[in-house]
């Protein structure tokens, strides 16, 4: 659904078409797993940067600070995709789509050190890509 708005400025006026839509079953569901995700990776690099020793026999990674900032930003960005997508915006889709694109192919990444954790990272991602993609306007392939 396409919502074009009229505006008038100085005696002039102009059309502007909004990128909101009615989220769908498929974007509410990526959504929450985005929010959920995200919420996880958020918590995780702030306990990477406060209390860095809770992970010290889980994580090989020697950089905490690094780790800490970078699991906090992608943590935050998981967290705006998923409310910009839940609240119909097509940019949130966009964001969550090069989000989950990446993490599968990091995901994948991990298949020989992890299989098992691997394997679901990847089809939730994966879950989540066809959600925001094919899933976000099923009218239209039909």
């Given amino acids: ?8 400025a100085h005696g002039a006026s102009e059309t502007r078409e909004s990128t909101r839509v009615h989220p769908t079953g498929w974007v509410v569901f990526a959504s929450i797993l985005l929010i959920i995700g995200g919420a996880i990776n958020f918590v995780n690099g702030f306990t990477l940067l406060e209390h860095h020793s809770y992970f010290h026999n889980q994580i090989v990674y020697t950089n905490w600070t690094f ?13 705006l995709a998923g409310i ?3 609240s119909g915006s097509t940019t949130g889709n966009m964001i969550g789509v ?10 994948f990444f991990m298949i020989f050190a992890a299989p098992w954790s691997a394997f ?6 994966l879950g989540v890509l066809f959600a925001l993609t094919a899933g976000a306007r099923p009218e239209e392939y039909y």
């Fill in 1 to 8: 659904v396409r919502i074009m708005a009229t505006m008038t």
């Fill in 67 to 79: 780790w800490g900032w970078a699991f906090l930003i992608w943590g935050g960005l998981q967290l």
């Fill in 84 to 86: 910009l997508a839940w």
């Fill in 98 to 107: 090069g989000l989950c694109s990446f993490a599968a192919i990091l995901w």
């Fill in 120 to 125: 679901v990272g990847v089809a939730l991602n």
